[in-house]
């Protein structure tokens, strides 16, 4: 069974860190681009940023530059998302997902996702 689990949320302070983690089993994950978006009460769900299957091409949504990098382990097929100098309106629930098509480069569209976590819940207090 395809599966992806996310974990590593939580409640920090402004300025705090937390790093995600999301990881997969079920198939080669590693030939597939994988996306972190998130959803915050009341809103629909964005994107974050994405990282190619090689890990060589990384995108990420202007409000989370230079705060946020997203990596990966294919060894252990694992992605990651470290998040650094939190601020309150990073509070959502954030979702891994893997890209439908494999050996693509990441995408912001949800849509070009078909396998995605049930997701972690990370608060960020003033």
């Known amino acids: 069974q395809v599966q992806l689990v996310e974990s590593g949320g939580g409640s920090v302070q402004a300025g705090g860190s937390l790093r995600l983690s999301c990881a997969a089993s079920g198939r080669p994950f590693s030939n597939y681009p994988m996306g972190w978006f998130r959803q915050a009460p009341g809103k629909e769900r964005e994107f974050v940023a994405a990282?190619?299957?090689?890990?060589?091409?990384?995108i990420y949504t202007d409000s989370v530059k230079g705060r946020f990098t997203i990596s990966r382990d294919n060894a252990k097929i694992t992605v990651y998302l470290q998040m650094n100098s939190l601020k309150p309106e990073d509070t959502a629930v954030y979702y891994c997902?893997?890209?439908?098509?494999?050996?693509?480069?990441?995408?912001?569209?949800?849509?070009?996702?078909?396998?995605w976590g049930q997701g972690t819940q990370v608060t960020v207090s003033s």
């Open positions: 997902a893997a890209r439908a098509q494999a050996f693509r480069l990441p995408r912001e569209e949800a849509s070009e996702y078909n396998v």
């Open positions: 990282i190619s299957w090689s890990g060589g091409t990384l």
